[in-house]
């Protein structure tokens, strides 16, 4: 069965990162993934959390949100709170972009990340991770410069999805590659070859080691084409 755009099984969307793109935050990326575009900005705020109060360290934190019409059809603002299905995606992110710092000894300084998703196709988490990482760079860059503290950033944190249709494994699913999936799978690493987190469900079926094995290994050529992408933009 054909790819809805008619890519390979091992053939990533096109990706584009654009840098700063928001003049007020001290860290911005745009990330473009396919039909998928991700808004991630990087505020960096005094103070930190209660828990850390008089420890010297800082905390990263991430927050997700979808515009209402960044679907096929409208959907309601979360005006009561983060939904279920969002706060599990902010907190996926915030863990993912924590896992790219070398450190949390910067001072009691808070860095937020805002992953907005101006336009959905698939991928929407994974790319706020990979988008948010690029922002997260260059405000920790900032905070160094600020507080006269070594960047606490460490290494580049990116994420892919993977999964298996009609018995194909493939990489990067678009929506409706992600609606129809047997098997899906989100994997996020930090360079060069390190795993933070691999999410994986059999949504219409189940799967053995090997196949999971499979996906495992085409999520990791995906998520190095991304380091590249990154590394490009930041010019590391």
């Known amino acids: 069965?054909?790819?809805?755009?008619?890519?390979?099984?091992?053939?990533l969307r096109p990706v584009v990162l654009e840098r700063r793109v928001n003049p007020y935050a001290e860290g911005s990326c745009l990330i473009r993934m396919g039909g998928t575009l991700v808004h991630c900005t990087a505020s960096v705020e005094q103070g930190a959390p209660g828990w850390k109060k008089g420890s010297g360290e800082g905390w990263v934190t991430a927050e997700y949100a979808m515009l209402p019409r960044a679907t096929s059809e409208r959907t309601e603002r979360e005006r009561r709170g983060a939904g279920g299905r969002t706060q599990?995606?902010?907190?996926?992110?915030?863990?993912?972009?924590?896992?790219?710092?070398?450190?949390?000894?910067?001072?009691?300084w808070t860095i937020k990340v805002d992953c907005d998703v101006l336009q959905a196709d698939g991928g929407t988490r994974t790319a706020g991770i990979t988008g948010g990482c690029v922002a997260l760079a260059d405000a920790c860059a900032w905070l160094a410069n600020r507080a006269g503290v070594p960047d606490p950033f460490g290494s580049l944190v990116a994420a892919v999805?993977?999964?298996?249709?009609?018995?194909?494994?493939?990489?990067?699913?678009?929506?409706?590659?992600?609606?129809d999936a047997g098997v899906d799978a989100n994997i996020v690493m930090v360079e060069p070859d390190r795993f933070v987190e691999?999410?994986?469900?059999?949504?219409?079926?189940?799967?053995?080691?090997a196949e999971f094995d499979g996906l495992i290994t085409l999520a990791e050529t995906g998520i190095r084409e991304l380091f590249a992408a990154q590394r490009a933009i930041l010019g590391r």
Do not use: W
Request: aromatic letters at 4%; proline letters at 6%; hydrophobic letters at 30%.
């Open 161 to 179: 999805s993977v999964g298996v249709i009609e018995g194909e494994p493939r990489l990067d699913l678009c929506y409706h590659e992600d609606r």
């Open 1 to 11: 069965m054909p790819r809805p755009d008619g890519r390979t099984p091992n053939q």
């Open 88 to 108: 599990e995606i902010q907190r996926l992110i915030g863990r993912s972009l924590r896992a790219a710092m070398k450190t949390m000894a910067f001072g009691e």
């Open 198 to 209: 691999v999410q994986g469900t059999g949504e219409q079926g189940t799967f053995v080691r």
